[in-house]
């Protein structure tokens, strides 16, 4: 700090207003502390990119999507439907009105709490202290604080060669804010972003090209959970094209390469969506003793402390970059500043894909459960097999239950079909209790619903007679 700088004192200094970040803030306060909440948009970005150009955003598009697309599609039944069409100038108002709620609940709470939140970007000058700089005419803000929280999230990652220019090449936050809908789109990267906007956007009825440079989507998910989805793919119209990588883009035509030789996609937008990059450049985090590793990630013990008096969550440190890991890593951070016993541990981190049908996962698949020396016992039953899953239309999908039989306790839980995000939070629940499949099975389930799908594998697995859902051709247990 220069000579004749006045420094603030900071009780707890939180960087990043996102899931992370606004809950450490908010269960340090509640333990006593004083709280500042920093982020570069201030009280515009509280909610980080989650809330205002990630997980809600997207999600009220895919449900729009799915509405669009699923009003014609019960003719069967004796619904019949004139064509719909979609304003997305009118969603972007609606989705605006949605966001600000949410972000306006969170900045309530935070301002009750007495959390003070300011805008500016923050990076250390040494440990202890720290510049905070507005992005107007404001003068910097000196900074000494008692502990701080690192919680900045990540970024898109761009396509070298095909930069972002916001108009034809896109990032997944310019994808959720177009106002009208193109006649064709490409979408680079076949992760799960790539997947969920690809799927939403061929609803609304865009010609959709998703081009993949691997030889298959959505890497490290089980090849089984997948098959549905690359059904249901074709059947909304999207083409994949696997093992492709980009070349070029020109005069709305991008070019790729595979093994068969060079594919042309009409393209009047592009979106690539090939990753994320963790924000921690810009920190001044050598000047803590702090060095990212290779991915620009921030290594941290159980309790998510980076160094004395500096934690780190969210995205900037290892596993998934899921705002709900982000969210439980925020309260330990916070329970460790303070002094109180707290690790980050959990049996189980679940993973949902907002594709068609939905995948969701918690816990170990059963290729890793071997290889962790487990006596792995699976059971997977149909979505046939459920009653209301007729009702609904839906006929492709499984529940799927891993066993460790030497504990005789759940140990993954694997569901591809409607409404899997819901419905994986009982799988995650049984995880975490080391629930048995007696358990599951003798846990009443409400009928007809998709939840019984639950104990239904459970008694699938238990080698027990099936209920009257449940069809005599039920996969035995394995």
Same mark, same amino acid.
Not at 170 to 173: D, E
Not at 440 to 447: F, M
């Given at each position: 700090?220069v000579?004749g700088?006045v420094?603030?004192?900071?009780?707890l200094?939180?960087?990043g207003a996102g899931?992370?970040?606004?809950?450490?803030?908010?269960?340090?306060?509640a333990?006593?502390r004083?709280?500042l909440?920093?982020?570069r948009?201030?009280?515009?970005g509280?909610g980080?990119?989650?809330?205002?150009v990630?997980?809600i955003?997207?999600?009220?598009?895919i449900?729009?999507?799915?509405?669009?697309?699923?009003s014609?599609?019960?003719?069967?039944?004796g619904?019949?439907?004139g064509?719909?069409s979609?304003?997305?100038?009118r969603?972007?108002?609606?989705?605006?009105?949605?966001?600000?709620?949410?972000?306006?609940?969170?900045?309530e709470?935070?301002r009750?709490?007495?959390?003070?939140?300011?805008?500016?970007?923050?990076?250390?000058?040494r440990?202890g202290?720290?510049v905070?700089?507005?992005?107007?005419?404001?003068?910097?803000?000196?900074?000494?604080?008692?502990?701080?929280?690192?919680a900045?999230g990540?970024?898109?990652?761009?396509l070298p060669?095909?930069?972002?220019?916001?108009?034809?090449v896109?990032?997944?936050?310019d994808?959720l804010a177009?106002?009208?809908?193109?006649?064709?789109?490409?979408?680079v990267?076949?992760?799960?972003?790539?997947?969920?906007?690809?799927?939403?956007? &061929?609803k609304?009825?865009?010609?959709?090209t998703l081009? *993949?440079?691997?030889?298959?989507? /959505?890497? $490290?998910?089980d !090849? #089984?959970?997948?098959?549905p989805v690359?059904?249901?793919l074709?059947?909304?119209?999207v083409?994949?094209?696997l093992?492709?990588?980009?070349?070029?883009l020109a005069d709305?035509?991008?070019t790729a390469?595979?093994d068969?030789?060079?594919?042309?996609?009409?393209?009047?937008?592009?979106?690539?969506?090939?990753g994320?990059?963790?924000?921690?450049?810009?920190?001044?985090?050598?000047?803590?003793?702090?060095?990212?590793?290779?991915?620009g990630?921030?290594?941290v013990g159980?309790?998510?402390?980076?160094?004395p008096?500096?934690?780190?969550i969210?995205?900037i440190t290892?596993g998934? &970059?899921?705002?709900?890991?982000?969210?439980?890593?925020? *309260?330990?951070?916070?329970?460790? /500043?303070c $002094?109180r016993? !707290? #690790?980050f541990d959990?049996?189980?981190i679940?993973a949902?894909?907002f594709?068609?049908?939905?995948?969701?996962?918690?816990?170990y698949?059963?290729?890793e459960?071997?290889?962790?020396?487990?006596?792995?016992?699976?059971a997977?039953?149909?979505?046939?097999?459920?009653?209301?899953a007729?009702t609904?239309?839906?006929?492709?999908?499984?529940t799927?239950l891993?066993?460790?039989?030497?504990v005789?306790?759940v140990?993954g839980?694997?569901?591809?079909?409607?409404?899997?995000?819901?419905?994986?939070?009982?799988?995650v629940l049984a995880?975490?209790?080391?629930?048995?499949?007696?358990d599951?099975?003798?846990?009443?389930?409400?009928?007809p619903?998709?939840?019984?799908?639950t104990?239904?594998?459970a008694r699938?697995?238990l080698?027990?007679?099936?209920g009257?859902?449940v069809?005599?051709s039920?996969?035995?247990?394995?």
């Open positions: 700090m000579v700088e420094a603030e004192g900071v009780d200094l939180v960087v899931p992370g970040g606004y809950t450490a803030a908010l269960r340090a306060a333990l006593g004083s709280v909440l920093v982020d948009l201030g009280d515009a509280i980080g990119v989650c809330l205002q990630g997980c955003p997207s999600k009220a598009l449900e729009v999507a799915e509405v669009a697309h699923r014609a599609g019960f003719a069967d039944a619904l019949t439907v064509e719909v979609v304003d997305l100038a969603f972007q108002e609606w989705k605006a009105v949605k966001v600000g709620g949410l972000t306006g609940g969170v900045a709470l935070l009750r709490a007495g959390v003070e939140v300011a805008a500016g970007e923050f990076r250390f000058t440990p202290s720290g905070l700089q507005s992005a107007d005419d404001r003068p910097p803000r000196h900074l000494e604080y008692t502990d701080v929280v690192l900045t990540s970024r898109p990652v761009e060669g095909l930069p972002r220019d916001g108009e034809r896109l990032s997944s936050t994808a177009l106002s009208s809908l193109p006649a064709s789109i490409a979408v990267g076949g992760g799960y972003i790539g997947l969920e906007l690809g799927t939403a956007f &061929a609304l009825g865009a010609t959709v081009v *993949e440079a691997t030889d298959r989507l /959505l890497p $490290g998910v !090849a #089984a959970l997948l098959r690359r059904q249901r074709r059947a909304v119209g083409e994949v094209l093992g492709h990588r980009v070349e070029g709305g035509v991008l390469t595979g068969s030789g060079e594919v042309r996609v009409a393209a009047e937008k592009v979106i690539v969506a090939i994320r990059r963790p924000n921690t450049d810009g920190l001044g985090l050598a000047r803590i003793g702090i060095t990212p590793d290779e991915r990630l921030i290594p159980p309790d998510r402390m980076a160094a008096h500096v934690a780190a969210g995205d290892a998934p &970059a899921l705002a709900h890991k982000a969210t439980a890593e925020g *309260e330990v951070a916070a329970e460790a /500043l $002094g016993p !707290a #690790a959990p049996a189980a679940p949902v894909v594709s068609d049908p939905e995948i969701a996962v918690a816990g698949s059963a290729d459960a071997r290889a962790l020396g487990m006596d792995v016992a699976v997977r039953l149909p979505l046939s097999a459920s009653g209301r007729a609904m239309g839906a006929v492709e999908g499984f799927q891993v066993v460790d039989r030497s005789d306790a140990v839980v694997h569901i591809v079909g409607p409404h899997a995000s819901e419905l994986i939070a009982e799988g995880i975490e209790m080391a629930a048995s499949p007696v599951l099975l003798a846990s009443i389930h409400p009928h619903t998709l939840s019984e799908m104990s239904d594998v699938v697995l080698h027990q007679p099936a009257a859902t069809p005599a039920a996969p035995a247990a394995s």
